[in-house]
């Protein structure tokens, strides 16, 4: 399936566009996306590391299914910094 | 009440808007421009949010103010675009019955949406140079814009450095 991503901050600035699009085998998972932006987006695989992803406006866990149709995002870390650990949790 | 805007923030409205008399304190935070980082002047910052999620996110923290300490009001308004030296970029307004309530609420609402709103900011140094603050992931400075293969390994390099935070 092809599922749209809104890009933030560096990541669109980086790849000089607001949403890209990845083909995600399914079921996919936030760790499946990574791994498909990485592949799929050179320019956006040195910074997939430090990503959180969102879907439906919310933190997600890497194990979170990810459907068709749904509202999906990388968020680079915000200025307050270093606590993707205490966002993952919140999710989990 | 939670507010993402790209006009100048009139923080005395949103101190006024929380003022009751029930309460007996009030605290207002203020983040604003600072010129001087280290050794580095800045000329201005813009701010990128993903304003639905940060509303909703804006909105979670209140609540959660609102259970952890006895509050009587909370207003945070925070602004996106560009914003000039010594202007407003976030206002946190909280009033409480006691003073502990109010200052403990306000720093941990600052704090916390430092950590997890989905908010950015790019300085623009004096020298014309620019820079996305993203701690923890590559500090390197940004490349020209267009798609462009990197050959640098994946992870980054945390660089420790704190440029042009908020808080004076």
Redesign the interface.
């Known amino acids: 399936m092809l599922v749209k991503i809104r890009l933030f901050a560096v990541a669109r600035q980086r790849l000089g566009s607001p949403e890209v699009g990845v083909e995600l085998p399914e079921p996919a998972t936030v760790a499946t996306l990574r791994t498909a932006v990485a592949e799929q987006h050179p320019a956006l695989a040195a910074l997939m590391p430090g990503m959180m992803v969102a879907v439906e406006g919310e933190y997600a866990a890497e194990d979170r299914e990810i459907r068709a149709g749904q509202e999906v995002a990388l968020i680079p870390p915000v200025s307050g910094g270093a606590v993707h650990d205490r966002r993952a949790a919140g999710n989990r | 009440m939670i507010a993402i805007t790209d006009q100048p923030i009139d923080h005395a409205r949103l101190t006024d808007r929380v003022r009751s008399t029930r309460a007996g304190a009030v605290c207002t935070f203020l983040g604003t421009t600072r010129e001087v980082t280290g050794d580095r002047r800045t000329d201005h910052l813009d701010y ?1 949010a ?1 304003a ?2 940060a509303e ?1 996110t804006l909105g979670d923290l209140e609540a959660e103010a609102r259970e952890r300490w006895a509050l009587v009001d909370v207003a945070i308004e925070h602004r996106v675009g560009r914003v000039e030296l010594g202007e407003i970029s976030v206002v946190v307004a909280v009033s409480a019955p006691h003073r502990k309530q109010a200052f403990e609420a306000c720093q941990w609402l600052m ?1 916390t ?10 300085e623009t140094w004096a020298d014309g140079s620019e820079e ?7 500090p390197t400075p ?2 020209p ?6 050959a ?5 390099v ?1 660089s420790g450095r ?1 440029s042009g ?2 808080e004076g």
């Open positions: 990128e993903y639905g999620m909703k704090d949406i430092k950590e997890v709103v989905p908010i950015w900011k790019k996305w603050v993203h701690p923890g992931l590559d940004d490349p814009r267009v798609d462009r293969p990197t640098r390994p994946a992870g980054g945390a704190r935070r908020l």
